[in-house]
């Protein structure tokens, strides 16, 4: 993918899944304005946990959204995916130079990635060709945003000036830190982690039950190679993350089992 | 992954996006019904394209469905992999021996694979440990559902008798075919295509603008091994998929470029 020439001030597209009012896309923004010409179009409200989830269904809306009494951005009524289709075919009409997804309040690493709405806004500039960040905080506190909004400058920064590998986008995790305290920075591969699901079952006014789904995480690969081990080891964790979702592995093996003799259609047996 | 004893009628959990109520779990489950103890939780109504989204925000219920004044199964005001949670920790209390998914109306190949509600069932019930399959029947036409729901009866029986490789689900499509014209089976990657969104503008009776997303898909890569490619020349395509996302080729790539130093944090620079 070939960036921005040097000349031209590069258009930077950023999304979340938080909402356009979290503080998170607000941090992010102003720093990107530093180095770029920023277009922000986010959903009007909270998607997180929607997955790479598109909307199909019900026509899709944009608002103006204005913060601190000054235009700040677009807000969408569908999901982290929808506003990134919606601000290039729509808002910008060509790819921008970059798209930051973030800064997420919460972590997005191991098997947490294949429910999160911010990679899924990064996945799909990446999907679009364009050079795409995912940026999550890893703290569930009262979050500080400042080093995470100053590191994905950095980063920003650096895709711009060089080409990445295709059908690729990068997420990073930041320890919610003090810069001083970080260890480093890590390329990492994504982890190994199931959830502990419960259901939490409660009672209407009806006497109806419902069901609120909580849950606790167990790690299962403790690999300092791993996003969640180098998050907890305060390091900055960089995972470079694609969408060809093939088994390669398990291909091969299950070529040898001859499915297809075996569950032969009638009309192909001799 | 083990599987059932030989001794015991297998238990089969049920799911889809289509919606409890769509003909193609109807077809699945009643075929499913000859060879095991099948269990349908399945979405009130339709969740396409819901990607991997889970329900965090709001509590769920469970309501049981009647088709034909008969029990069907439970209807779930969720997402599909709402469904499968529920049901595993819920319903059945115990992982079931197998899982499948469908049958979609509709193809789940190629890029479409990330947008899938009827594939992320089948993700969430291989993360928490069940042999799982998706199945889709590739058409947008009135569908007829028999063979597709056959052969998934078939491979089902199969895989219960075999063990699986962990952390991977089979998701198969199928095209909408008499068994006849059936070429075979093929077992394929996922093909690489991307949808050229549009979206078909329109105004409301008051005259504000939204937005109807659509598109056609461009196909990338046509290769024969690849699922887009096998149905359209008629096979059965089975591709095994997991939920590692690391792009592992991009990742020793990464590597080279010394990140690390290049964004170093200010406390380690020395």
Same mark, same amino acid.
């Given at each position: 993918m070939?960036? !921005? ?16 009012d979290?503080?998170?896309?607000y941090?992010?923004a !102003? ?8 277009i ?9 946990a ?18 601190n ?32 997804s973030?800064?997420?309040?919460? #972590?997005?690493?191991?098997i947490n990635i294949?429910y ?19 940026v ?7 979050p ?20 990445i ?21 890590r390329?990492t591969? !994504? ?13 209407d006014?009806?006497?109806k ?12 690969? #403790?690999?300092?190679?791993t996003d969640?081990?180098?998050?907890f ?34 009309s192909?047996?001799?």
């Amino acid at each position: 993918m070939k960036n !921005q020439s040097k000349k031209k001030r590069p258009t930077i597209l950023v999304s979340n899944d938080d909402g356009i009012d979290a503080p998170g896309i607000y941090y992010l923004a !102003q720093e990107l304005k530093k180095i770029g010409d920023v277009i922000v179009v986010a959903p009007d409200e909270q998607r997180s946990a929607v997955g790479h989830a598109i909307t199909m269904n019900y026509p899709l809306r944009l608002k103006k959204f204005c913060k601190n009494g000054k235009f700040f951005g677009y807000a969408v009524d569908g999901t982290p995916a929808d506003c990134v289709k919606l601000a290039v075919r729509k808002v910008l009409k060509i790819n921008p130079d970059l798209l930051v997804s973030g800064i997420n309040h919460g #972590s997005n690493t191991a098997i947490n990635i294949i429910y999160s709405g911010t990679v899924s806004a990064a996945t799909e500039g990446t999907i679009l060709g364009i050079p795409s960040i995912a940026v999550s905080l890893t703290t569930y506190d009262k979050p500080d945003f400042r080093y995470a909004a100053k590191f994905s400058r950095q980063l920003a920064s650096y895709i711009l000036k060089r080409s990445i590998p295709k059908d690729m986008l990068l997420n990073v995790n930041i320890p919610h830190l003090k810069e001083k305290e970080i260890q480093g920075i890590r390329i990492t591969r !994504q982890g190994k982690s199931r959830w502990d699901d419960t259901f939490d079952v409660r009672r209407d006014p009806n006497n109806k039950e419902y069901f609120w789904l909580t849950g606790k995480l167990d790690v299962v690969d #403790s690999s300092e190679e791993t996003d969640l081990i180098s998050i907890f080891q305060k390091y900055v964790s960089i995972t470079p993350i694609h969408f060809d979702l093939t088994d390669y592995k398990a291909l091969a093996e299950i070529k040898t089992w001859k499915l297809e003799k075996a569950l032969q259609p009638k009309s192909r047996k001799k």
